[in-house]
């Protein structure tokens, strides 16, 4: 199972239900990877999304604890088993957690893939990814030549969850 996100030099990713940068090509790099694929979020990042609703051309599942909550083009969970277990009718490798915070904490240990856009800047947070840099069994497997957003750098990279011995 793969993660997508997009991190600062502190690995913030998201600040008072906002992202913390909008990058053209990061955002390309989203749709290339999880068109026709299934995406994971909680409530919180689904209503962040444009106009609230699921995004196209994907298999949007829900994680929200609220029992009566419900969403046109989504599948609602209520628990990370649940998750998992609609998670077997697909491919491991089309399946992508796209946060948020609580999200991406929780379905890590079940990743094998991190997709990361590392911004070189540090921004005013309240929300953070795990650092893959720091965490033992991580490895980075690949980046990206240095791109640039006007005055901003970032690379793409890809981590990989280390076999385990």
Not at 148 to 157: E, N, P, V
Request: proline letters at 4%.
């Amino acid at each position: 199972m793969n993660i997508i996100v997009a991190v600062d030099k502190n690995w913030s990713i998201g600040n008072q239900g906002q992202l913390l940068v909008s990058i053209p090509e990061d955002k390309k790099l989203f749709r290339e990877e999880t068109l026709g694929k299934v995406i994971v979020m909680g409530r919180k990042t689904l209503e962040s999304l444009p106009g609230k609703q699921p995004l196209y051309g994907r298999t949007n599942i829900v994680l929200t604890r609220n029992p009566d909550y419900k969403v046109k083009g989504a599948l609602i969970c209520h628990s990370v088993e649940e998750v998992l277990k609609e998670l077997q009718k697909y491919r491991s490798e089309d399946c992508f957690i796209i946060g948020g915070q609580s999200i991406y904490e929780e379905f890590l240990p079940y990743c094998d893939t991190a997709h990361v856009t590392y911004i070189d800047y540090i921004y005013s947070a309240d929300t953070h990814f795990p650092d893959l840099d720091q965490d033992p069994s991580w490895e980075m497997a690949a980046e990206s030549e240095e791109q640039t957003y006007f005055d901003l750098c970032y690379t793409f990279r890809m981590y990989r969850r280390k076999a385990e011995l």
